[in-house]
């Protein structure tokens, strides 16, 4: 079993940042890939960015890439998603999950826990 705990949404301006992070906690956190999510009104949940179980691989959806920065401390059992330009459409509950997996892995569905999310607005 692992808990996953978000942080770090708010109210930003667009082309302003915000860095979310993600505590987690439960049984060998280092087995799993951990991922972000987002799933703004009206639209399905979609995935923003994934690091692999020791952190050397990222994966990021096409729309933040080379906006986003996916990284995870595993002394600390925490992953943090830093968010730079944000843009209007980047509104959205973001989630964190976990998924146990092998090593180098960074997927971009079927995670196995969630965390309940934090709201990122962005508007001017």
């Known amino acids: 079993q692992v808990q996953l705990v978000e942080s770090g949404g708010g109210l930003v301006q667009p082309g302003e940042s915000l860095r979310l992070s993600c505590a987690a906690s439960?049984?060998?956190?280092?087995?799993?890939?951990i991922g972000w999510f987002r799933q703004a009104p009206g639209k399905e949940r979609e995935f923003v960015a994934a690091?692999?179980?020791?952190?050397?691989?990222?994966h990021y959806a096409d729309s933040v890439k080379g906006r986003f920065t996916i990284s995870r401390d595993n002394a600390m059992n925490t992953v943090v998603l830093r968010m730079n330009s944000l843009k209007p459409e980047d509104t959205a509950v973001y989630f964190c999950?976990?998924?146990?997996?092998?090593?180098?892995?960074?997927?971009?569905?079927?995670?196995?826990?969630w965390g309940q999310g934090t709201q990122v607005t962005v508007s001017s």
């Open positions: 999950a976990a998924d146990y997996t092998v090593t180098g892995a960074t997927p971009t569905h079927g995670y196995d826990y």
């Open positions: 690091v692999s179980r020791a952190g050397r691989r990222t």
């Open positions: 439960g049984y060998s956190v280092d087995y799993y890939a």
